[in-house]
């Protein structure tokens, strides 16, 4: 997919040349195309800072193609090519998978910060295809491979430059290639950090360690992480290092969403009518909807966001009832959120192996049915590359006003999940759906306390982020009830699972 050019504003030429001249500091003139090896130095940061739909993501994809165009090479969580001293490389990471998965749709080569820290281990046969894929290498012979099956890898590989993803149009997953993962031991050079606003201060000194030159791309008016003081991590640099995006390029010009979004920056604003605001918006335009009851079909795939956790549990379980879930198991389409790898330093070499392909904490899943061993489940890991994993598992479904969860099945240890029908809002940062409902009782509610995050209202930061997550329709829920399902859960709606192929010798754990 190739993005659609963009006449830049005035504030994203500024930002483009400013981001340009720290890079030619450094070594990468983007205007001349002239690379110099990367030499040590002290760290550069600096941040491009904008709210929803002002250019942020469609300046860092034009980065990009300005750098690949220079000859440096973008550096994935995927597949590393043959280290040359002269060569000069790009990360591209998100905080999470799909925040990353929504950069990729938009052509721009993302992974996970996670991901970036580990290497893979690929089969030799098969990194003979990564190499031929990367223009480094003959077009391979593999007995296992039709040339038909190449030609699908090499043609998926021009549209969109994941060794991976060409890998699976070849009919090959992740554990056909990948035999193991190594910490990565080298620094890296130039890391463009997309969702900068969830970065935690742990997390912006790992990356500046391993990124001599870090591009932050944030919005301000998100929520902090957690324990921060209501600070983002691009609020401490110095003024020089902040660029700030203003003008709204994302989306028509005339889009309800973004008006509700940023009419929230009004100081004198208040809950009662902003929640006008969005009734009028729903009268002038189908994409605002005021709706009486949550949808139980959307919450299958599109969290409804809230900003209490009794509010999200009370509404799982009517989601769970309605769909005719029984209490002692999952059924087949159920949404998961992983909520952490539970397992031993022992088993550190499993933990890097799940981690490295999208289960995180905060990984959106989708539950396919019970795995052929007690206590694993076969899952889809939503924005992940190879989505379809088997995994012992650990399910905890909360219920209202008990304090243990019920536990349907469980391994002695694995990866945990919660549900996922509804999620709070501060999780729901880095994400975007189609269709999103906010439940606009829970910000009442904290409209109501009184509270404020770093001088602004929380109500205000709650509501920005929860109606910038919508893509295209924001659904505005205002009553405790939930509409009956029309359609029957399943997984219908995802992608078939690549069948696995085993070189020779190898056993199938298919």
């Known amino acids: 997919m190739t993005l659609p050019a963009l006449q830049l504003s005035d504030d994203q030429a500024d930002a483009h040349d400013r981001v340009a001249e720290v890079l030619r500091s450094t070594g990468v003139d983007i205007d001349e195309g002239h690379l110099t090896?990367?030499?040590?130095?002290?760290?550069?940061?600096?941040?491009?800072?904008?709210k929803a739909g002002s250019g942020k993501t469609l300046l860092l994809a034009q980065l990009y193609e300005a750098l690949e165009e220079a000859g440096v090479e973008v550096v994935s969580g995927d597949w590393e090519g043959k280290r040359r001293k002269d060569r000069r490389t790009l990360a591209i990471l998100a905080p999470t998978n799909k925040a990353a998965s929504v950069l990729r749709n938009r052509g721009v080569p993302a992974t996970t910060i996670h991901r970036i820290l580990y290497?893979?281990?690929?089969?030799?046969?098969?990194?003979?295809?990564?190499?031929?894929?990367?223009?480094?290498?003959?077009?391979?012979?593999?007995?296992?491979?039709?040339?038909?099956a190449l030609d699908r890898a090499w043609a998926f590989y021009q549209n969109q430059k994941s060794i991976p993803g060409a890998l699976a149009a070849a009919g090959l997953r992740g554990s056909d290639f990948i035999t193991g993962w190594k910490?990565?031991?080298?620094?890296?050079?130039?890391?463009?950090?997309?969702?900068?606003s969830m970065l935690d201060e742990k997390?912006?000194?790992?990356?500046?360690?391993?990124?001599?030159t870090l591009i932050l791309f944030g919005d301000p008016a998100q929520l902090a992480p957690v324990g921060q003081s209501g600070q983002m991590v691009f609020e401490r640099l110095a003024k020089p290092q902040v660029c700030t995006l203003s003008r709204i390029h994302r989306q028509d010009d005339d889009n309800p969403i973004l008006d509700l979004a940023h009419a929230l920056a009004d100081e004198g604003l208040t809950f009662d009518r902003f929640e006008r605001m969005v009734e009028d918006a729903a009268r002038r335009d189908p994409r605002v909807v005021i709706a009486p009851r949550v949808d139980a079909d959307l919450m299958a795939r599109s969290p409804v966001l809230v900003w209490r956790n009794k509010t999200r549990i009370r509404l799982i379980h009517a989601f769970r009832a309605a769909q005719g879930a029984p209490g002692d198991r999952l059924i087949p389409g159920e949404p998961l959120i992983c909520d952490g790898i539970e397992l031993p330093l022992k088993h550190r070499?499993?933990?890097?192996?799940?981690?490295?392909?999208?289960?995180?904490?905060?990984?959106?899943?989708?539950?396919?049915?019970?795995?052929?061993?007690?206590?694993?489940?076969?899952?889809?890991?939503?924005?992940?590359?190879?989505?379809?994993?088997?995994?012992?598992?650990?399910?905890?479904?909360?219920?209202?006003?008990?304090?243990e969860p019920f536990i349907p099945f469980a391994a002695n240890m694995g990866a945990a999940f919660l549900h996922g029908a509804a999620v709070t809002i501060h999780k729901a940062q880095g994400s975007q759906w189609k269709d999103v409902q906010v439940f606009a009782p829970d910000l009442y509610a904290a409209a109501q306390m009184g509270r404020s995050?770093?001088?602004?209202?929380?109500?205000?930061?709650?509501?920005?982020?929860?109606?910038?997550?919508?893509?295209?329709?924001?659904?505005?829920?205002?009553?405790?009830?939930?509409?009956?399902?029309?359609?029957?859960?399943?997984?219908?709606?995802?992608?078939?699972?690549?069948?696995?192929?085993?070189?020779?010798?190898?056993?199938?754990?298919?």
Not at 119 to 148: F, M, Q, S
Not at 373 to 388: I, K, L, M
Not at 482 to 508: H, I, M, Y
Request: glycine residues 8%; charged residues 35%; negative net charge.
């Open 119 to 148: 290497t893979p281990v690929y089969h030799p046969e098969y990194e003979k295809i990564a190499e031929w894929l990367a223009g480094n290498g003959p077009r391979p012979e593999i007995e296992e491979l039709t040339d038909a």
């Open 37 to 50: 090896p990367m030499s040590e130095g002290k760290t550069r940061v600096m941040a491009v800072i904008g």
């Open 183 to 196: 910490r990565r031991d080298d620094p890296l050079d130039i890391g463009f950090i997309d969702e900068s």
């Open 453 to 510: 995050e770093a001088g602004i209202p929380l109500w205000k930061r709650l509501a920005y982020v929860a109606i910038t997550r919508a893509e295209e329709r924001l659904l505005w829920c205002t009553r405790y009830a939930l509409a009956r399902p029309q359609v029957v859960l399943g997984v219908e709606d995802l992608p078939k699972p690549v069948a696995r192929l085993t070189l020779e010798g190898e056993e199938s754990d298919a």
């Open 203 to 212: 997390q912006f000194e790992d990356l500046r360690e391993i990124f001599p």
């Open 349 to 403: 070499k499993k933990r890097i192996d799940l981690e490295a392909r999208g289960l995180i904490k905060g990984a959106q899943v989708v539950f396919r049915g019970e795995g052929k061993r007690a206590g694993f489940s076969r899952v889809h890991v939503v924005g992940a590359e190879d989505p379809d994993i088997s995994v012992a598992s650990i399910i905890k479904i909360e219920m209202p006003d008990e304090e």
